[in-house]
Structure formats: structure tokens, C-alpha cells
Nanobody, 124 residues
Framework: VQLQASGGGLVQPGGSLRLSCAAS????????IGWFRQAPGKEREAVSC????????WYADSVKGRFTVSGDTGLTTVHLQMNSLKPEDTAIYYC??????????????????WGQGTLVTVSS
């Protein structure tokens, strides 16, 4: 299982970025998919999760109404659309997956496979 996260960069406060998590060699159907982030000096935190089985989503309170998680039609790539970005959104963002049968919550410890991170910097 290989995951490739991309789409990070430098953006001004109020701007938008779209992160992508691409699966290599498999489709993301029947997986729980999570986006997590870790800011310098802080613990890793959950941002958003998606169940590809029933489409259920979860968002951290800090990103509700600003971030949207979605999958493409072929479920080979999952996106995290981030709008109205704030400096406190600055972090390395990671995507991760867990087989749907083992997906219980949007908790990092529950996820088995991780992509490398992509850096998001929100600064003027």
C-alpha cells in the first residue's frame, strides 16, 4: 500500500489549497481515509476522515465549514479542499488509510498506512 500526498505550499491567510492523496497500485474503495496534520512543536491531530463505503465524513471543529474531503470517481485519489486558511493551519499534512472493517474513528492510532507529508504554510 503506497500513498502519495501532494498539493501543499505557501498561501496567504484567507487563501485556498487543495491537497491530494493518491493511491498507488490499489483503489481506495473499502478503506477509511484520514487527513492528519502536525504543526511544529505540537502533537499530530486529526483533520478529517472519509468512509468510502458510506461516504460519511468527520471534521475537526477547527476546520468545519472551511475544509471538505472528497474522493474522485475511481477512488484512486482523495482530496482535501482547504478554504479560508488561517496561520494556525500551518502544518505538515498526512493522509492515511485503514481497511473499512477496521475503521472506527478518525484517530491516528487506528490508521495502518501513511503517505509522506506535504507542507502547508499559511503566512502573509
Amino acid at each position: 500500500v503506497q500513498l502519495q500526498a501532494s498539493g501543499g505550499g505557501l498561501v496567504q491567510p484567507g487563501g485556498s489549497l487543495r491537497l491530494s492523496c493518491a493511491a498507488s497500485g490499489f483503489t481506495l474503495g473499502y478503506y477509511g481515509i484520514g487527513w492528519f496534520r502536525q504543526a511544529p512543536g505540537k502533537e499530530r491531530e486529526a483533520v478529517s476522515c472519509l468512509s468510502t463505503t458510506n461516504g460519511a465524513t468527520w471534521y475537526a471543529d477547527s476546520v468545519k465549514g472551511r475544509f471538505t474531503v472528497s474522493g474522485d470517481t475511481g477512488l484512486t485519489t482523495v482530496h482535501l479542499q482547504m478554504n479560508s486558511l488561517k496561520p494556525e493551519d500551518t502544518a505538515i499534512y498526512y493522509c492515511a488509510v485503514v481497511p473499512e472493517g477496521d475503521y472506527n474513528s478518525c484517530a491516528a492510532d487506528d490508521f495502518d498506512y501513511w503517505g509522506q507529508g506535504t507542507l502547508v504554510t499559511v503566512s502573509s
